[in-house]
């Protein structure tokens, strides 16, 4: 994991009083079966990833291929996103959002298992994953 992403990681993780609006505080059971294709009750980075991307897109209406904070709608923090531009351009885009999405991931995924249940997404870092796949 690369220095900006490692500080994401810990960002998102230290960053416990993260609240989600009404319309991204699902359960985690409900954000799982929402996403998760094959079933399985668990989401792996792909699924996670596919979800990301669809949100990215969603967010990006003037179609640039980058996302600013006013864009991010408040799904990171102003600390969170400078630590995850690398450009320092003030605007992650998708490669970008992807990696701290990843990192997200990694972080909510203590037992390295490569896959989120229901326990892992509702630790404050599954929840600050949750409003990026949401």
Request: hydrophobic share 45%; charged share 30%; glycine share 6%.
């Amino acid at each position: 994991m690369t220095p900006v992403l490692r500080k994401a990681a810990v960002l998102a993780a230290l960053m416990g009083t993260l609240s989600a609006g009404p319309a991204l505080a699902a359960k985690p059971a409900a954000v799982i079966k929402a996403l998760d294709p094959d079933n399985d009750g668990t989401l792996d980075l792909a699924e996670v990833k596919a979800a990301a991307k669809a949100v990215f897109n969603s967010l990006d209406p003037d179609k640039d291929g980058t996302l600013d904070a006013k864009e991010l709608k408040g799904r990171v923090s102003l600390e969170q996103l400078k630590a995850a531009d690398p450009d320092n351009d003030g605007t992650l885009d998708e490669d970008e959002y992807l990696a701290l999405v990843e990192a997200y991931f990694n972080a909510a995924n203590p037992d390295k298992d490569g896959t989120i249940d229901a326990k892992e997404l509702s630790t404050p870092v599954g929840r600050a994953l949750t409003k990026l796949i949401r």
